[in-house]
Every structure is written in C-alpha cells, then in structure tokens.
C-alpha cells in the first residue's frame, strides 16, 4: 500500500514539474490567461449591472487628435493670384 501511494506521490510531483516548465516557457500567455480566470471568478457572484470596468489613470485625460487640417486661404482684396 505504502509503495503505490509513493508511485502516485511521484507522478504528481512528475506532473507539476512538467506543468511548471509549460507556465514558465510560455509566461506571457500564462499570466494573462490567469488574470482573466481572476476576474471571471471575482466577478462571477455579482449581481447584475453591478461591474465596473477599470480603466488606465491617464485614459481619460487623453484627447484624440485628428488630422491637421490645413487653415484657409486669406484672399486679400488688393492682392493678385
């Protein structure tokens, strides 16, 4: 009995490790894809039109700017073209 609890004790320690090494190879997906099991998980209990999206602390001071728009022409009246 003690010698299969050992074996089973092994192979999920084996597991780990070869999970760890796939966390580790590919972090950037990793951290992103537990992030995201995070906020589904913190917001799975709350109630309805209750979540509130967060947004960067400089985002709203951000104003989108356009194309430059090229100023009229002044036509003056004694000038020639």
Known sequence: MRNKIL?????LVVMGAIAG???YANLDTAIK???MAVNYIKYLNAPAGTTVTELAAGLQ??????????PPRRVLP???R
């Open 61 to 70: 001071r951000r104003r989108d700017v356009g194309a430059a728009r090229r």
């Open 33 to 35: 894809l537990a992030s």
């Open 21 to 23: 090494g796939i966390v």
């Open 7 to 11: 074996i089973i004790l092994g192979v």
């Open 78 to 80: 004694n000038s020639r």
